[in-house]
């Protein structure tokens, strides 16, 4: 089945794509190989950015960190919002993030795929984006 056009990419994806120890990696890579031969547009916003390069540093290295830096940020697309969305991930935090142990950067990005980007697909490994309804590419090939 091919890729959608655009897709949001979360930071479990990011680190699958560029941690060799991820038991996603082979999967991640796959599939951002395949975006990018077929141009998909990958989108996210800088609350994802800012989560992996942390996420990458400390779990697998400075070198990763910048390797993501210099290559993929370049080539994704950062959503711009502002306060309304900000009000609206407190909200969604408040009321699903105790039982969910929903990150405030999952919030953000929840309102953000559902009122600025029409519902878009996602590429992401772990469960919360399912949980909350979001369409995720297939996380097994």
Aim: aromatic share 10%; glycine share 4%; net charge neutral.
């Amino acid at each position: 089945m091919p890729l959608p056009p655009r897709v949001f990419c979360d930071t479990s994806f990011f680190h699958a794509c560029l941690d060799p120890t991820d038991t996603h990696h082979a999967h991640a890579h796959r599939l951002v190989t395949e975006a990018t031969g077929t141009r998909v547009a990958l989108w996210t916003t800088w609350d994802v950015i800012s989560e992996t390069v942390t996420l990458l540093r400390y779990r697998v290295g400075h070198a990763s960190a910048l390797a993501f830096v210099d290559e993929l940020l370049p080539r994704l697309h950062l959503v711009e919002y502002g306060a309304e969305v900000r009000t609206g991930a407190l909200d969604v935090f408040r009321r699903y993030g105790r039982e969910r142990r929903l990150s405030l950067c999952d919030a953000i990005s929840f309102v953000v795929i559902t009122t600025l980007l029409a519902r878009m697909p996602c590429f992401a490994f772990d469960e919360d984006f399912r949980r909350l309804g979001l369409t995720v590419i297939a996380t097994t090939h």
